[in-house]
């Protein structure tokens, strides 16, 4: 009976329930070709920004080139908003148009 009256009471050991934690969306940075920027910087980009290796670099900017854009990588969308933006600063003060998008993946 004194078991009763404690459950009663809310002296009882409660469970806890485990938090579900969910994994952000990502999102896609997209180079996208154009007639203006060099090869040798959107690999430099590629490189310093989105921390490829030269073999990477080179093969995702094959990519853009032959295919009209490449994917550089997937981050959360405050990230991959950033590189963008960082491609865009980087090839506006050296004179290239060149085009970074974030799709959602």
């Not at 806890?16 to 934690?21: N, R």
């Not at 070709?33 to 030269?54: G, I, Q, R």
């Amino acid at each position: 009976m004194a078991e009763q009256n404690d459950r009663k009471s809310g002296e009882g050991v409660l469970e806890k329930s485990k938090p579900t934690v969910k994994r952000p969306r990502l999102y896609k940075v997209v180079l996208h070709n154009d007639d203006y920027t060099t090869m040798d910087f959107v690999v430099e980009v590629l490189e310093h920004v989105f921390d490829k290796s030269p073999a990477e670099a080179y093969r995702i900017m094959m990519q853009v080139h032959l295919g009209g854009r490449g994917v550089c990588g997937a981050y959360t969308f405050e990230i991959a908003e950033t590189k963008a933006v960082a491609v865009h600063d980087l090839a506006q003060r050296n004179g290239y148009p060149l085009l970074a998008s974030v799709e959602e993946e």
